[in-house]
Each structure stands twice: as structure tokens, then as C-alpha cells.
């Protein structure tokens, strides 16, 4: 059953939700606690999760083991019911007017290393272009993760609040009434709960015994950011898919680099400019495709894997910590981001008294079951995405078109309460 009333306000509607709620001093968080609840990673999910206690007058503290936040532009996407829970946390408009509405995909077709001159010159012309007209309450936001988790931190500070970088959580001991911590430095917090958002190899994840069931397989993706010359960034996503392998090239909006992603090469040669031209020539067989600079690079494993438990005592786990699939359907942040919103009320309920204990049971509940519908989206794209018919151009223009404006359609969303407990 759908929920009948959204966690936050719609997209495009004022953020009104968007104020630090006028609550009293939480029931015992002053008895023997440093704290309300601790947060172990500072991506988007775990942003998310602290700006919407924040609001919700519950105290919380953030830390990331790195030094600094990522420069790279990772997690792309941003569907309308996660900008649905931003505005929500009053971000919603800053994120607009940060990246840009995606309505155009241009795909290419590679030729075979042995092809035809007339197959090279069909090269450089699209075989289809897909028009994207989404409603304003159906449009999908592109922008790059690290200006998302920006905007995400401008706003906990904002509250109040900040992400102690360059600090790590090594471990924890649930006593029952509450959570030792212990930070990397030696020092040890006592908390109500403890979050762990901290990615896939998620040490919270891993200290709370939780298994994390799935596959990985062999093969990589390299991400990369980078000064591109050949394609126009005005239109759109330029996909190149072929024989050899698959190229996405997409546009950083206000930008002058590119997000560019491609299968990774066999072995351990060094990142550089040279692997991604390399990569790049190769994989789309243009030489007119000319990468001029490296911001940024990434090599991305394949994997499909899902925890068996979201939680374990007082220690919860959401985002990648929960769940990782390759990023085909642009899910991954997405689900972070309402495992986020779905485990924020839900916290303050508890903490506030206003519900027991038992609120919080309803997060894995509700949780997992999105998380592996997800992740058999994920594989069947991924699969789809990596190998082509072996059909005439003309069918294979109508047969991949079609199937990618269905794709385009059914991408819009990422489940999000399927019970329909939603609450604010």
C-alpha cells in the first residue's frame, strides 16, 4: 500500500517543514549520554539522517574517517521523491538551482574494430535521441554528489551542527541502556543509538556481526571527471554502446568538466589522463573525443549486495553500509536518502517518548524489502546495459529506444514507503 501522506512536503512546494522543530529537552538525553545519537560516515545519507534530527530538536554528531569531503562527482541523480524528503530538510530549491533537469540522451552505437567505412562514418550520428518530457512533479534532478553533500553540510551547519572530518568510529559495545563508542583518537562517547553510514565495507556493518549477502563481479568501472573536447555539454547524456564495452559521457552542470564512465581496463595500470583517453578512443572508436584534463578518478567494483538486518540493538545501518548494486537506474543515492528520512522520525519518536520503542522495528520493515527490489532492478539494467542484440540497425534502433524511454520512466522513482507509514 502506498503511503497516503509523504514524509515531507512535495518537490516545488514551499520547504515549510524546513524549520528546527520548537521541541522540549529530549526525555533523558541528559542522564549519563554525550549525546542522542551517533552517525559514522558523512555522505549524503548520513547528512541527511543528521539535518533531519537536528530539526526534529535531537542531538547528534557526525563523523568521517577522511580528511576532507570527496571532490568527486559520484552519485548523479537525484529522483523527485528524494527531492520530495530535501525539501523537507529545506535544501530542496538550493539543489535546483545546483544542477540541472535532464530531458535528453543521445546513444551511439560503436562499431566493431573491424568494421566498414560506412559503419565508422555512422559513428558520429546518434542512432536514436530520447527526448525526456517529465511533469514538474516528475522531474529528476542532475548534480554531482560533492555539490549535494555540500549543500547537505551548508544546511547542518546552519542547525547547529557539523561533521568532525579525519575522525573515525573503530568500534562500539552496546550495553543495553545505551552505546559506548570509540573514536579512533581513543576517546569514547556514550550515545542513545548508533548509525552506520559509513559505506560499503561499513565497520559498523561488520563490528555489528551483520552479514551482507550478494556477489561482486569481475568487472570495474572507471569514474572519472574530466576536460573534455568533442561532445556539446548543451546536449544532454551521450552514451556509446558497442562490442568492446559501453562509454556515458554526462555534462557537470555549471561546470566545464564532464562525468565520464567506462568499463575499467584489465590490471593495475595507473589512473591518468593517458587510461581515460585510452579508454575512451577505444571504447567509442572516435578519435575527435579529446580529454584534456583529470579532476578526478575512481575505479568502482560491481556489486550486488544487500545486509540480512538493518539493525542490531541500539546500531542501525542505512545507505551503502545497507545495501550496494551497481549504478545502473541511478538508485544508490536515492535509497540512502530516504533509509535517512525513514530512520530520522522514527529516532526522534523514540527519543521524544512520543511512540516506544517498538517505532523503530518498522525501519527495517519497510526498509530491506525496497532495498532488494532495488537491487534485482539494478542487476536486470546491469545486465541489459552490457551486452546488445545482435539485431539490424533499423530494429535495434526501435527495440533499444523503446526500451530505454520504459527505463527512463520506471527511473523517475525509487521505492520509498511501501507499508504507507510515512510520517512527519
Request: proline share 6%; hydrophobic share 35%; charged share 25%.
Amino acid at each position: 500500500m502506498r503511503s497516503r501522506s509523504p514524509v515531507h512536503p512535495p518537490a516545488g512546494r514551499a520547504e515549510r517543514a524546513a524549520t528546527t522543530f520548537d521541541t522540549p529537552m529530549l526525555t533523558g538525553t541528559l542522564v549519563g549520554m554525550d549525546t542522542d545519537v551517533i552517525i559514522a560516515g558523512a555522505g549524503p545519507t548520513g547528512l541527511t539522517l543528521a539535518i533531519d534530527l537536528r530539526q526534529r530538536g535531537v542531538r547528534c554528531r557526525v563523523f568521517d574517517k577522511a580528511a576532507a569531503a570527496s571532490p568527486g562527482t559520484r552519485g548523479f541523480t537525484l529522483k523527485p521523491s528524494t527531492l520530495e524528503v530535501l525539501a523537507g530538510l529545506g535544501v530542496a530549491d538550493r539543489i535546483r538551482a545546483a544542477g540541472t533537469v535532464e530531458r535528453r540522451l543521445l546513444f551511439f552505437l560503436t562499431p566493431a574494430e573491424h568494421a566498414t567505412a560506412r559503419q565508422r562514418r555512422r559513428a558520429g550520428t546518434p542512432l536514436f535521441e530520447l527526448e525526456l518530457r517529465p511533469t514538474p512533479d516528475r522531474e529528476s534532478v542532475g548534480i554531482p554528489q560533492f555539490r549535494t553533500e555540500a549543500i547537505l553540510r551548508e544546511r547542518l551547519a546552519e542547525l547547529g551542527g557539523e561533521v568532525e572530518f579525519g575522525r573515525a568510529v573503530t568500534g562500539f559495545a552496546d550495553r543495553g541502556d545505551a552505546v559506548e563508542v570509540t573514536i579512533d583518537d581513543g576517546s569514547t562517547l556514550r550515545s542513545h543509538y548508533l548509525v552506520g553510514t559509513d559505506g560499503g565495507r561499513s565497520t559498523i556493518r561488520t563490528a555489528a556481526g551483520i552479514g551482507f549477502v550478494g556477489r561482486t563481479h569481475t568487472e570495474s568501472a572507471l569514474i572519472t571527471d574530466v576536460r573534455l573536447e568533442g561532445l556539446d555539454p548543451t546536449s544532454g547524456v551521450h552514451m556509446f554502446m558497442g562490442p568492446r564495452g559501453m562509454v556515458v559521457c554526462r555534462p557537470i552542470p555549471h561546470d566545464d568538466h564532464w562525468q565520464v564512465v567506462t568499463g575499467a581496463p584489465p590490471g593495475d595500470e595507473a589512473l591518468s589522463a593517458e587510461l581515460v583517453q585510452r579508454r575512451c578512443t577505444e571504447l567509442t572508436q572516435r578519435d575527435d573525443l579529446r580529454v584534456r584534463a583529470v579532476r578526478w578518478t575512481s575505479i568502482w567494483r560491481y556489486n550486488l549486495r544487500v545486509a540480512d538486518a538493518y539493525r542490531k540493538g541500539r546500531v542501525f545501518i542505512a545507505g551503502d553500509a545497507a545495501h550496494v548494486h551497481p549504478p545502473t537506474g541511478g538508485h544508490g543515492m536515492n535509497t540512502g536518502i530516504q533509509d535517512a528520512s525513514n530512520l530520522g522520525w522514527r529516532l526522534g519518536r523514540a527519543l521524544d517518548g512520543t511512540s516506544g520503542e517498538d517505532v523503530l522495528y518498522g525501519y527495517e520493515r519497510e526498509r530491506l524489502p525496497v532495498a532488494r527490489a532495488i537491487l534485482a532492478d539494478s542487476a536486470e539494467q546491469f545486465k541489459g546495459m552490457t551486452s546488445l542484440p545482435r539485431l539490424p540497425r533499423f530494429v535495434l534502433r526501435r527495440v533499444l529506444k523503446a526500451g530505454f524511454a520504459k527505463r527512463q520512466l520506471s527511473n523517475q522513482e525509487t521505492p520509498r514507503h511501501p507499508a504507507g507509514t510515512a510520517r512527519t
